[in-house]
Nanobody
Framework: QVRLVESGGGLVQPGGSLRLSCVVSGSIFSIYDMLWYRQAPGTQRELVAGITGNSKTNYAESVKGRFTISRDNTKNTVYLQMNSLEPEDTAVYYC???????WGRGIQVTVSA
């Protein structure tokens, strides 16, 4: 059974940084695409960033230049480094294992002074 566990969220001031982690268990990890989504209250879940098995990346326009997705295949982990955070980045962030469409439980990120 594939399982995803996110960590690293929390409260940060505008302009600050956070790094989210998502550890995958129960599956081969290195060859598959991984995605980060987010969902703010009252909005639909949106794709934030993705990384392929050979580490090609893509980003939503709203986070380009501020967020970086990466992976460590030795640790079965995908990361989302978030810099220059803005209040509009406040949301629950979800990790997604695209191949099997498995989701983590989500982790809260709050950007507020």
């Amino acid at each position: 059974q594939v399982r995803l566990v996110e960590s690293g969220g929390g409260l940060v001031q505008p302009g600050g940084s956070l790094r989210l982690s998502c550890v995958v268990s129960g599956s081969i990890f290195s060859i598959y695409d991984m995605l980060w989504y987010r969902q703010a209250p009252g909005t639909q879940r949106e794709l934030v960033a993705g990384i392929t098995g050979n580490s090609k990346t893509n980003y939503a326009e709203s986070v380009k230049g501020r967020f970086t997705i990466s992976r460590d295949n030795t640790k079965n982990t995908v990361y989302l480094q978030m810099n220059s955070l803005e209040p509009e980045d406040t949301a629950v962030y979800y990790c997604n294992f695209k191949r099997y469409n498995v989701w983590g439980r989500g982790i809260q990120v709050t950007v507020s002074a």
